[in-house]
């Protein structure tokens, strides 16, 4: 065979080796990044997952920090879906004050001087109502506490004050807030800071039984 065309075959064929092995490291190097990469995406998705799993949102009125709470009792349910309207405005959680012996429509017919309700209010020492729960999680972690009751007689409704006795506002921004018909919020805040003994509380606001989303609103730019 002619020296020069062997001399070409090498040629190529040393071409050839090189071009695959060529070839095969670029390939493996991209396989690295592809790892890298998914680490990354894997490393990201965590990361998200994470911080969805946070049902707790860290919105507070007035400073930006910490948590804000939403207490209330509600005994035909105004008060519970006022609540609820403003722990959604708010990304506030929510607490529902529920005595253990459940107010009926009988209990609450406050025409009737033989109901139940009529009964506590003629003797005080009727109104120590006792709740199914008292203890609020995470209770330390959060900096302001709107607490929403009805008015009861120009006063909060009592169940309410059984759930102020037995916690500490201590740190935290307390503001009352109630339902009602006809009646204004009275000193029905006032007595219950008395009650706590401890917080910083601040000017309450009435609602009536159904309010407008302005209302709502209105509530929420005058406590921001």
Not at 30 to 48: A, I
Not at 148 to 168: C, H, K, L, Q, R
Request: hydrophobic letters at 30%; charged letters at 20%; one cysteine or more.
């Amino acid at each position: 065979m002619n020296r020069n065309v062997i001399i070409g075959v090498v040629l190529v064929l040393i071409i050839a080796v090189v071009a695959v092995l060529g070839y095969s490291f670029l390939s493996n190097d991209n396989g690295s990044d592809n790892v890298n990469n998914n680490t990354t995406n894997n490393s990201n998705n965590t990361n998200n997952d994470s911080t969805t799993d946070e049902n707790v949102t860290d919105d507070n009125i007035g400073s930006g920090t910490g948590k804000t709470l939403i207490v209330y009792y509600s005994a035909t349910g105004n008060t519970g879906g006022v609540a609820e309207r403003l722990a959604e405005n708010l990304n506030a959680d929510r607490f529902e004050i529920v005595p253990s012996d459940p107010y009926t429509d009988e209990d609450l017919d406050w025409t009737d001087d033989n109901s139940r309700v009529s009964r506590e209010y003629a003797d005080e020492s009727l109104r120590d109502v006792e709740l199914e729960n008292t203890t609020v999680p995470n209770w330390d972690t959060y900096d302001t506490v709107l607490i929403g009751y009805p008015i009861w007689w120009g006063i909060a409704a009592w169940p309410v004050n059984s759930f102020v006795e037995t916690n500490d506002f201590t740190g935290k921004t307390v503001i009352p807030f109630c339902t009602s018909s006809s009646s204004g919020l009275g000193q029905s805040g006032d007595l219950l800071e008395d009650i706590a003994g401890t917080g910083t509380w601040q000017e309450g606001h009435r609602f009536s039984s159904n309010p407008s989303d302005d209302d709502i609103t209105d509530f929420i730019d005058s406590i921001s």
